[in-house]
């Protein structure tokens, strides 16, 4: 056991490199599905959601604790806000079109943090 403690480093580095690139990589996967096999569910951009959460963790854990958290609540009152808008717009929650609305959103800014956390991991 004693042999593989150089491995250690390398983990960490693994880790950051998936963060930087699966983001990225799942991008291009929902652009084509959208584009190339029509599809306008949620389940892409949620996969999307995730994989830029789980990725903004693994950059900013480290440096800033406190950054996935902010994002996490800034996450739940978009989700709110969107409830708000859709209920007075629709005066119904229309549960398909809300999902698909929430996962766009989220996508887009998760990618915005994402990127944010690229910079903390850099620069912080």
Known sequence: RQH??????LEGIVMVLLALGL?????LLVVAAVVYFDF???????LLTMVNIWAIFE???????????????TAMVIALILV????????D????????MLT????????????S????YFMG
């Open 84 to 91: 708000v808008w859709q209920v007075i717009r629709e005066y």
């Open 4 to 9: 593989l403690t150089w491995l250690l480093p």
């Open 23 to 27: 983001p990225i990589l799942v991008w």
């Open 93 to 100: 929650l229309i549960i398909h079109r809300y999902w698909r």
């Open 117 to 120: 956390g690229i910079f903390i």
């Open 40 to 46: 306008h569910g949620g389940s892409w951009f949620f």
């Open 59 to 73: 950059l900013t854990f480290t440096k800033s604790p406190n950054f996935i958290w902010v994002i996490l609540f």
């Open 104 to 115: 766009r959103i989220l996508s887009l800014a998760t990618t915005c943090w994402w990127l």
